[in-house]
């Protein structure tokens, strides 16, 4: 019970007093307070998932327990699934940490206090059991994020990263706030299980198809999901490499996990008649996200907006493997979140200890200048592999489970898809390794790249890259190639994910207090098929490596940078998806 | 009368985001922001309002008496809290991109392009 409270009170309160204490002569007290406060989070949460094996952990604060089935309190709830994307917000916080240690910039100016305070907010989304409190930290989360995005605000990039982050974000925010406020009117309630238990059993009607646009939409732009997407590269190239790995691999995938689960709390009940509506509309974003985000990514030359154009494209995978509605879709999005997270927070820190040696970001400046680099180009070239899918790392294993659940649909069509926009990914990070490590190929023609210089580190003087920032690197590689090899993952996952979308099992145990676990369905081994559609993105990733810079035209234009673009877009991804929902689901 | 509200805040929520859409001032675009944010206080407070409700204070009225929803006044409120903070930051980044760049026009930043 008291786990739950701890988790979220533990990195919030150390903010606290680090905001009221912090001075740059205490700089290192700072660090390390701000990772043991971190590292407890981790161990907090991993107690909560092992807690959560035998029946989630419903904590009622301040004991205002639901009577009669009636809940007037807030809940925190904690399943294997929430509890463990949590743990995983907090390792990579504790990374991100430890890449801190070394940056002169972050000193003094409240960055550790700022990094608990979004991971507190992270943790909070995770176990919240009610939409206004789950949309309180999901704010307090964006937020501090915002201002973590422009933290080196003197120059004309990150500023404008964190402007455009801000204010985009807010807009998404504002649409999931009117989306629960919608919710509200109609069940007089904000508790998930409550309001899924007033919504089942009913044909869904224009406000409740709305609601669900509504609140998709506010939940796609964190996600960067296209055409909501434009704002990621923007902000996600310009922060701090120690935040760029949180950001990456936790804060998007936060997105996907608000519609994952207000979808199987609120919403599997009233439209699960139109299931396959919901489907091929989240299935088409998702591909045309993974697409998209895939050549963006290969079309970067500036390095950071490359992980981070990867982002996007994986965003786009993930959001394919939740469109399924599946509980085996889900596993495979669960996995190759943590698979997948580990690796591009690895890359992340690469390219900044590439950056901490020849002080650009640029691949066609740093053209064969990495030749003696070695170290750092085994490390791009491993990560290059892995994002391409490789068997049988970490990405992998979750990409196949979710092709192996696609075509148990009938939807095989799908896999080449996700291959594609796999071996795009995997082929730009593996053209940087023929280009800058290497020296092969056409040498490209010198001229300067729009916010190349100023990536958002400080620099600083060239010499051997900081041994923290090399071990944090090598280190969550590793854990990224390794997550797949583990034994019992997927049975393990499978069985979590099919308790996180049984909508009756999570109601009777916030509701009732009786949470009888379904027999854990064992997850089925990978087929044939996903592992040759792994080898077949590794291969492409190659092909695609040894030619040059993809050209995507028109498509690079629509990044503009122009805040007022971006909103557009928002606006007219809503209208559309509202309309769609509007139109077929009553 | 409740209709008016509902109308109130979709007209505040779509003039606000054309504003954001067409700013060429950085502060009147946080300004806009701010109006679009009212949006939902409008909305929220429609939705718990019951006619003829008083406010849900009942030191001094009848248990019986018809009050509005107090849930929602208590999102606003919070709500408030949170667009402030917003506000307070992105106008805090406006500064100083006037300060740094002598800019506030969000085109003339263009540090991030593609």
Known sequence: MVLTSLAILVPLLTAVVLAATT????????DVVAL???????????????????????????????????????????????????AFAGVLAVAGLLVAWHQVDVAGHLFHALVLVVLAGMVGFCLAGDLFTAFVFFELMGVSAYALAGFRVQERAPLEGALNFAVTNSVGSLLLLVG???????????????????????????????????????F??????????FWLADAYAVAPTSICLIFAGALSELGLYGIARVYWTVFSGPLEPHAETVRDVLLVLGLATALIGGAMC????????????????????????????????????????????LVKAGMFVAVGGLEHRRGSVDEHELYGRGRDLHALGVLFCVCGLALAAMPP??????????????????????????????ALIGGAVLRVVRTVFLGRGPKPPRSRVTGASESGDEPIERGRAPLAGVVASVMLVALGLLWGLVPGLIDAVTGAAAHFVDRSAYAAAV??????????TPGEGLTTAAWLYGAASAALAVVIACMPTVPVGALRDLHSGRVGDYVAWLAAGTALVAGVFALTLP | MSLLAYLVAVWLFLAGIWGVVSSRHLVHLIMCLAVTQSSTYVLLLGIGYRNGGKAPIFGDIPQSTP????????LTLTDVVVSATVSALLLALAVQAHKRFGSVDPDELNALRG
């Open chain 1, 220 to 229: 796609f732009v964190k996600a960067a999901i296209v055409p909501f997407h």
């Open chain 1, 36 to 86: 043991a406060a971190a590292a407890t989070v981790v161990g907090l949460c991993v107690a909560l998932v092992v807690r959560a094996s035998d029946k989630p952990v419903v904590a009622w604060l301040g004991g205002w327990h639901p009577r009669n089935g009636v809940a007037l309190g807030i809940d925190l709830y904690a399943d294997q699934l929430g509890a463990g994307l949590a």
């Open chain 1, 393 to 422: 790392f970490g990405p992998f294993v979750g990409r196949a489970m979710i092709e192996d659940a696609a075509t148990h649909e009938g939807l095989g069509w799908v896999s080449p898809v996700l291959v594609v926009a796999s």
């Open chain 1, 511 to 520: 509701l009732h207090d009786t949470a009888p676990r379904p027999p854990g």
């Open chain 1, 180 to 218: 629960i406020a919608l919710l509200y009117g109609r069940t007089g309630a904000l508790n998930l299980a409550q309001i899924g238990e007033a919504l089942a059993h009913h044909r869904p009607d224009a406000l409740v198809a709305v609601a669900f646009a509504l609140v998709a939409c506010g």
């Open chain 1, 298 to 341: 290969a079309a970067q030359r500036h390095l950071k907006r490359m992980v981070a154009f990867a982002t996007v494209g994986h965003m786009g995978i993930l959001l394919c493997g939740v469109a399924l509605l599946d509980g085996a879709a889900l596993a495979g999005v669960a996995v190759f979140v943590v698979g997948d997270g």
């Open chain 1, 23 to 30: 001075s740059l002569r205490r700089r290192r007290a700072a």
């Open chain 2, 67 to 74: 009050v509005v929803d107090p849930v929602v006044q208590a």
